[in-house]
């Protein structure tokens, strides 16, 4: 593991696991929120589902870390998925998901120190939205 930072940390571990993040997400997103199935096309969905996994990565580890500027896709995405019916708390939600897919990923390796950093970052993206967490 090369970062120091807990949020950054929780991404290498789970790269050391599994190839693709993508399917693990999908599967709890869609658990959790059915509803959520019923956003996506039917053809050429995975290539967005992935497309958008890494771009929502990309603003978390900004967010979490160097705030450089990616972070602020967050809140363009929120504006633009409102378009396509997606409701302010799923589009919140989404990074509660990718966060517990981490934590399921890697098990006894999730430490107190990432989930405490984990709770931090979905505690502050959601009062930058201005959205109940």
């Known amino acids: 593991m090369t970062s120091s930072n807990p949020i950054e ?17 999908y599967q709890l997103l869609f658990h959790e929120h059915p ?7 039917s053809q050429g969905s995975d290539l967005i589902k992935g497309s958008m996994l890494a771009l929502a990565i990309e603003a978390l580890l900004d967010f979490a870390g160097e705030r450089s500027g990616h972070f602020r896709l967050i809140e363009c995405e929120m504006a633009s998925h409102d378009g396509f019916g997606t409701s302010q708390e799923l589009f919140v939600d ?18 107190a120190e990432i989930d ?16 109940p967490a």
Do not use: M, Y
Not at 35 to 41: K, S, W
Not at 97 to 104: E, G, I, K, M, Q
């Open 9 to 25: 940390q929780s991404f290498e571990l789970a790269a050391a696991r599994c190839d693709d993040l993508t399917p693990h997400v």
């Open 35 to 41: 509803e959520a199935h019923a956003l996506f096309r």
């Open 94 to 111: 989404f990074f509660r998901v990718v966060r517990d897919a981490l934590r399921d990923l890697l098990g006894s390796e999730w430490s």
């Open 116 to 131: 405490g950093a984990w709770d931090k970052l979905l505690a502050d993206i959601a009062a930058s939205l201005n959205v």
